[in-house]
């Protein structure tokens, strides 16, 4: 049985790429004749025609059309064996959590940037509010939390602090505000109503959901207005409140891991989503507590 030289496989697609000697040699970075010996020598290790050559073209034979499928072949998984025992490659499987505002903004940039770094560490993600993705990391079922606190709150490490703002349309100030808000124990629940209270603003709940995007669309429908991150303006500027309302406190972003101590694939997305902060919100960005 004769072996088949991945590099006189690499030389073959070449040409068969190009269709031109001279071309396929500056790809390769060989000299032409060198090339042209590894094909001759392929062609002889498979015993068939691979290439017909002129002192015009180059052309592929119907065993040549047949080949390219297979060097391909080949050659992709002498790469994946030496890519999966390559100790320098990080791989892996992250169960991330994430609250829905990222989720609807700035997650997929985030998960870009981070495929294309490490492609192969496999993400499964949760997303849902803090509380309760808190006690999802706590129970072992997370790997990895990116979601927000209140400012002072000590745990996690803070790598932005944004403002929150209302979002909704102008109410009377004499009535009792209708506000729109998570279930209980939501960190922009309790600072709105913390927020209203403090101002001796009335205020009853119109309307609650786990969802996000449902609350913004009881804002869009006229239910309320409701107290989010102020990032979220891009994602639909219309519901920017304009109404004279006391202004909101900051919150912290965080991330948390399961262990005190981020390793491995685990600290390679902590890494990413810190450094992506740092590029979107520098002026607010924090790199530790």
């Given at each position: 049985?004769?072996?088949?030289?991945?590099?006189?496989?690499?030389?073959?697609?070449?040409?068969?790429?190009?269709?031109?000697?001279?071309?396929?040699?500056?790809?390769?970075?060989?000299?032409?004749?060198?090339?042209?010996?590894?094909?001759?020598?392929?062609?002889?290790?498979?015993?068939?025609?691979?290439?017909?050559?002129?002192?015009?073209?180059?052309?592929?034979?119907?065993?040549?059309?047949?080949?390219?499928?297979?060097?391909?072949?080949?050659?992709?998984?002498?790469?994946?064996?030496?890519?999966?025992?390559?100790?320098?490659?990080?791989?892996?499987?992250?169960?991330?959590?994430?609250?829905?505002?990222?989720?609807?903004?700035?997650?997929?940039?985030?998960?870009?940037?981070?495929?294309?770094?490490?492609?192969?560490v496999d993400v499964h993600l949760r997303v849902g509010l803090s509380a309760s993705l808190q006690i999802a990391l706590d129970?072992?079922?997370?790997?990895?939390?990116?979601?927000?606190?209140?400012?002072?709150?000590?745990?996690?490490?803070?790598?932005?602090?944004?403002?929150?703002?209302?979002?909704?349309?102008?109410?009377?100030?004499?009535?009792?505000?209708?506000?729109?808000?998570?279930?209980?124990?939501?960190?922009?629940?309790?600072?709105?109503?913390?927020?209203?209270?403090?101002?001796?603003?009335?205020?009853?709940?119109?309307?609650?959901?786990?969802?996000?995007?449902?609350?913004?669309?009881?804002?869009?429908?006229?239910?309320?207005?409701?107290?989010?991150?102020?990032?979220?303006?891009?994602?639909?500027?219309?519901?920017?409140?304009?109404?004279?309302?006391?202004?909101?406190?900051?919150?912290?972003?965080?991330?948390?891991?399961?262990?005190?101590?981020?390793?491995?694939?685990?600290?390679?997305?902590?890494?990413?989503?810190?450094?992506?902060?740092?590029?979107?919100?520098?002026?607010?960005?924090?790199?530790?507590?």
């Open positions: 049985m004769k072996d088949l030289d991945p590099q006189l496989l690499r030389s073959f697609l070449s040409v068969a790429e190009t269709l031109h000697f001279t071309s396929a040699a500056k790809r390769l970075g060989l000299g032409q004749s060198t090339l042209s010996q590894h094909v001759n020598k392929l062609e002889q290790i498979v015993n068939r025609s691979l290439l017909i050559r002129s002192t015009k073209q180059v052309e592929l034979t119907a065993d040549g059309q047949v080949m390219i499928a297979l060097a391909r072949d080949i050659l992709s998984a002498q790469d994946r064996a030496l890519t999966y025992f390559d100790r320098t490659v990080v791989r892996g499987y992250i169960k991330l959590g994430i609250s829905e505002d990222l989720a609807l903004t700035r997650l997929p940039e985030i998960l870009g940037l981070f495929r294309e770094k490490y492609p192969k129970a072992g079922d997370l790997d990895l939390l990116c979601t927000k606190r209140r400012v002072g709150d000590t745990r996690g490490i803070t790598i932005w602090r944004e403002p929150l703002s209302w979002f909704g349309n102008s109410f009377d100030i004499g009535a009792a505000i209708p506000i729109v808000v998570f279930p209980e124990d939501a960190i922009t629940r309790k600072i709105a109503i913390e927020t209203l209270n403090r101002a001796r603003i009335p205020w009853y709940v119109a309307f609650s959901s786990e969802n996000l995007a449902a609350l913004f669309a009881a804002v869009r429908a006229g239910y309320g207005i409701t107290a989010q991150s102020s990032f979220l303006e891009k994602y639909d500027p219309s519901l920017v409140s304009t109404g004279d309302l006391p202004s909101l406190p900051e919150v912290d972003f965080i991330i948390i891991g399961k262990t005190e101590k981020l390793e491995g694939p685990v600290k390679s997305l902590a890494d990413t989503i810190a450094s992506y902060a740092r590029q979107i919100v520098p002026r607010r960005a924090i790199s530790e507590n």
